[in-house]
Nanobody, 116 residues
Framework: QVQLVESGGGLVQAGGSLRLSCTAS????????MGWFRQFPGNERELVAS????????QYAESVKGRFTISRDNATNAVYLQMNSLKPEDTAVYYC?????????WGQGTQVTVSS
């Protein structure tokens, strides 16, 4: 069974940076668009960044544009989210998945907490 494993979250002060990683077992995502999503308590997951694997083209939510960068590593089948200039309102659990997401691919996510 394919698993997506997110890592790299943590506690950081406002203005700081974190780099999230997403690795997948048993599957290549070269035919997919991949996304990073986040979920605030009591809310639905929202898409913050997406990447079309083959072309490398990217899209971002307005709230993170200019601060977050999604990228991929073809050799390791990994997807990354570089988050700079973090704000307290970025505090959430972050997940990766295909875009649109596949229900059976949701992982545990990684908690990002930004203190003011």
């Amino acid at each position: 069974q394919v698993q997506l494993v997110e890592s790299g979250g943590g506690l950081v002060q406002a203005g700081g940076s974190l780099r999230l990683s997403c690795t997948a077992s048993k599957r290549s995502f070269s035919s997919y668009s991949m996304g990073w999503f986040r979920q605030f308590p009591g809310n639905e997951r929202e898409l913050v960044a997406s990447l079309l694997w083959r072309s490398g083209s990217t899209q971002y939510a307005e709230s993170v544009k200019g601060r977050f960068t999604i990228s991929r590593d073809n050799a390791t089948n990994a997807v990354y989210l570089q988050m700079n200039s973090l704000k307290p309102e970025d505090t959430a659990v972050y997940y990766c998945n295909t875009n649109p997401p596949l229900r059976n691919l949701w992982g545990q996510g990684t908690q990002v907490t930004v203190s003011s």
